[in-house]
């Protein structure tokens, strides 16, 4: 008998729980205002949801007419349109150094202070063995997101929201799958300008420059001849001393 009232007593809490769970469930129904939908229904719903999440763009956080002012007082000719050219051009050049396993798409001057780091996150991708690829990348919107100087330099944050179809493959499990997942997301794009190395504390040898008459590198934006070969460094060279570089790349999850 105490088997038979002890397997009752299971019976009764696994259907109190049932009950209590269905409950609770048309409670919230109700509270949310999903009452006289069945189940199948609100799957549907759900579905739907995330369906348009998927092709719904994604915000660009930013305040553009706030720092644009600012920029064109300490740039006259700042190009807002040209500069999300550059921006999408990065972009792009990242997510292709990513599929490929290769930094060779980031060896334009403006990538000087990036590309060091890029190139090490590609040889952990290369040391895990996980594949990367990005189709048919579309951008949609750009705001200047942040804009500061300080300390001999000035930092400009571009917020873009773009999409496209992508696939993450660790350990190769899938060598010749195709990106079959769509993905609409946010990425910003740090840009610095070095206009006073000495109050930045900043090595400009990092840069890459050299003087154009005997190839050494120049060590200061405050020089006015080569220190090697005494060469006066003319307005090219200046020009590529002081311009705008990327560094830093961040989705925004």
Not at 72 to 94: A, G, S
Not at 145 to 168: A, D, M, N, P
Not at 220 to 227: N, Q, R, T
Request: with cysteine; charged share 30%.
């Amino acid at each position: 008998m105490g088997f038979i009232y002890g397997f009752l007593g299971v019976i009764c809490g696994f259907v109190f729980i049932i009950i209590s769970i269905y409950l609770l469930i048309r409670y919230f129904l109700n509270r949310f205002g999903f009452q006289g939908y069945s189940f199948l229904e609100l799957f549907s719903i759900i579905k739907e949801g995330k369906e348009r999440d998927i092709s719904r763009h994604k915000q660009v956080s930013g305040m553009t007419s706030v720092y644009l002012p600012s920029i064109l007082e300490e740039f006259p000719d700042f190009n807002e349109k040209e500069f999300y050219n550059q921006t999408e051009e990065t972009i792009r050049n990242y997510l292709q150094s990513l599929e490929e396993k290769d930094a060779k798409y980031l060896k334009d001057s403006i990538y000087d202070l990036i590309y060091e780091k890029i190139s090490l996150q590609i040889a952990d991708l290369k040391e895990c063995d996980t594949i990367y690829r990005y189709d048919d990348i579309i951008f949609h919107k750009h705001a200047i997101k942040g804009y500061q100087k300080r300390k001999g330099v000035i930092k400009l944050e571009v917020s873009t929201s773009l999409e496209y179809f992508y696939l993450q493959d660790p350990y190769r499990k899938r060598k010749t799958a195709r990106p079959d997942r769509k993905k609409q997301t946010r990425y910003t794009t740090t840009f610095v300008y070095i206009y006073d190395t000495k109050q930045a504390g900043f090595d400009i040898r990092v840069l890459g420059l050299n003087c154009p008459n005997c190839g050494s590198p120049l060590s200061s934006l405050e020089d006015k001849a080569c220190p090697y070969c005494k060469s006066g460094l003319n307005i090219t060279v200046a020009k590529l001393l002081k311009c705008w570089k990327v560094i830093d790349i961040q989705e925004d999850y």
